[in-house]
């Protein structure tokens, strides 16, 4: 098909050589095949440039992430003891009711009416009941959101960029439904919160952030849990496909309300989560 002079001359006009369009594959004298020199070191097949890494960082909150370095656990039930994760991000049975809110992910209109609920039952009873969000979205990019939304106040933000704290609590990857149901697709043009492109523009800005790289809490004050993040699309910003959570859990440790978010726009009720330890 490419070997008529014509072809031949055509293609040498443009730089390309007489076999750049031979896909037969042939191979060299050392057995690899020319053209193909330049894939991932991860081996994934795809030429660098294609590479999931080069997408924007909005972009790779929709593709599937790597799994959590854990199993998926059962979600925790009224009645059971707290879970405890992998690095003893949480603790509870200090004498303190805790309200443990899992986010679904930075930027998300959703998990900012949650998280702003959140903050305000915590600075409503101060010392005396113990308030935690957790972020699986990188430490840079959850402290610009939780300060685009005025700062975490008495909330205590818990950084989980591997995802297994939340594979701790039983919670997993969403599915297609639950995103893109008609309800879910109702409510998310109804909402104005959508603060995921204003955070990637700020950190792709000031470059304040790395590829993997995760920490504790956004204040530092919790042993740092390394993310998984060499492989795959970028954690920084998080995933679309996270399941959120809410967790109520008495001064014993015992779970006292429990919710899975059956879809994206779920809320789940956070005025029952503290109604049931007394808030």
């Excluded at 809410?246 to 015992?254: C, K, N, Q, W, Y």
Aim: aromatic share 8%; hydrophobic share 40%.
């Amino acid at each position: 098909m490419f070997s008529s002079l014509t072809t031949k001359l055509a293609m040498k006009k443009v730089g390309l050589s007489s076999d750049a369009l031979d896909f037969s594959s042939p191979k060299s004298n050392d057995g690899s095949v020319p053209g193909l020199d330049e894939l991932e070191e991860s081996n994934s097949g795809w030429p660098a440039w294609m590479s999931t890494k080069k997408l924007p960082l909005t972009a790779q909150a929709w593709l599937s992430p790597v799994p959590p370095p854990v199993p998926v656990a059962e979600c925790p039930k009224p009645g059971d003891l707290a879970p405890l994760d992998r690095d003893r991000q949480l603790t509870f049975g200090g004498g303190k009711p805790v309200i443990v809110l899992f986010l679904r992910c930075v930027g998300c209109a959703f998990a900012q009416k949650s998280f702003l609920a959140l903050r305000e039952l915590a600075i409503k009873n101060q010392g005396r009941l113990t308030c935690i969000t957790v972020s699986h979205s990188s430490r840079e990019a959850t402290r610009k959101w939780v300060d685009l939304l005025g700062g975490a106040w008495n909330v205590e933000v818990v950084i989980d960029e591997d995802r297994a704290v939340y594979a701790a609590w039983g919670l997993g990857l969403g599915t297609m439904w639950s995103m893109f149901n008609p309800t879910t697709q109702i409510q998310g043009w109804k909402e104005k919160g959508w603060l995921g492109i204003n955070v990637a523009n700020s950190l792709q800005r000031t470059g304040s952030f790395k590829q993997g790289q995760g920490a504790a809490a956004i204040d530092n004050s919790t042993s740092s849990a390394t993310a998984t993040g060499a492989e795959g699309p970028s954690t920084v910003m998080g995933n679309k496909w996270q399941q959120a959570g809410l967790f109520a859990v008495d001064g014993r440790g015992t779970v006292i309300w429990a919710a899975k978010a059956l879809r994206a726009d779920d809320l789940m009720d956070l005025g029952s989560a503290a109604a049931a330890i007394g808030f």
